[in-house]
């Protein structure tokens, strides 16, 4: 600002005063300093990772045909998350799903600590391969895996059958095997004879395998002979011979038919 002054002598003189700084410019200035001090405090904990959990990887399942089998689900937490975690699955036509607990009871939620578990039963109708998306939610949390099935059968089949055996002699059939969907491993075979109309288990009469156990690979056939035993003392008028086919838990059966003469 410049003001017009006389010197004292007559003359003029111009003087300069500095203009005063506003307030509102030292307040700017204040909130300025404040708001880069909080930003370098509080930027860390905004872009920090935030608790979270995730879902265990998921071997592919292999499942016997038209049989129910499980797997169990792992959630993890991670970075300390705890809460209700829901687990959800999607599955294609031919195959059903449901999640239960360890008791076997319906169960969709897991209240998560460090880890939790929920286990996802699977029943095929038709063999082939599937994938089961499983979804793990929390508030706005989401996370998917894919889960693939494998559902592989062993067909039995045996020539002749059924068959007519005279009371006190002994015939062999033939059994086929022929492996479905990639299915494989060392089978071991087991019989059962029942008496007439299978009311009884028949302790006269024998059926033996051999050999007694075979290793079908992916895709492949086996063959066993099954010689069949009608015991003298046998009075039953028809047998049910039972095949049983095993490997691990997964049992696989075949009946056949016989008229004693």
């Known amino acids: 600002m410049r003001e017009l002054g006389y010197d004292g002598i007559g003359r003029s003189i111009h003087v300069n005063w500095k203009r005063p700084i ?12 404040a708001s880069a001090i909080a930003g ?8 920090s990772p935030k608790p979270d959990f995730a879902i265990s990887s998921m071997q ?3 499942v016997q045909g038209s049989h129910i089998n499980t797997t169990v689900i792992t959630i993890q937490a991670v970075r300390d998350f705890t809460g209700i975690v829901t687990v959800t699955t999607s599955s294609p ?3 059903t799903t449901s999640l239960r607990d360890s008791h076997g ?8 600590g460090n880890s ?3 286990t996802l039963s699977v029943n095929d109708q038709t063999i082939g391969n599937f994938v089961v998306t499983v979804t793990a939610s929390s508030g706005a949390i989401h996370h998917t895996q894919s889960l693939q099935v494998i559902a592989q059968d062993l067909t039995m089949g045996a020539s002749p059958s059924p068959l007519a055996i005279t009371r006190g002699s002994s015939r062999t059939a033939e059994l086929d095997l022929s492996s479905v969907n990639g299915f494989s491993g060392n089978l071991s075979f087991a019989t059962r004879v029942y008496g007439s109309a299978s009311a009884y288990l028949d302790t006269l009469s024998s059926a033996s395998p051999n050999p007694t156990s075979i290793i079908l690979s992916p895709g492949g056939t086996g063959k066993i002979a099954l010689t069949i035993t009608v015991g003298p003392s046998d009075n039953s008028s028809s047998l049910s011979v039972q095949v049983f086919a095993l490997r691990q838990s997964w049992q ?10």
């Open 252 to 261: 696989f059966e075949l009946d056949i038919q016989v008229t004693v003469t």
């Open 22 to 33: 506003p307030l509102w410019v030292f307040l700017i200035g204040i909130l300025t300093t």
């Open 60 to 62: 592919p399942m292999y």
């Open 105 to 112: 009871d319906p169960k969709d939620q897991i209240l998560l």
């Open 40 to 47: 370098v405090i509080l930027l860390p904990s905004v872009l």
């Open 116 to 118: 939790g578990n929920i």
């Open 93 to 95: 036509t031919g195959l």
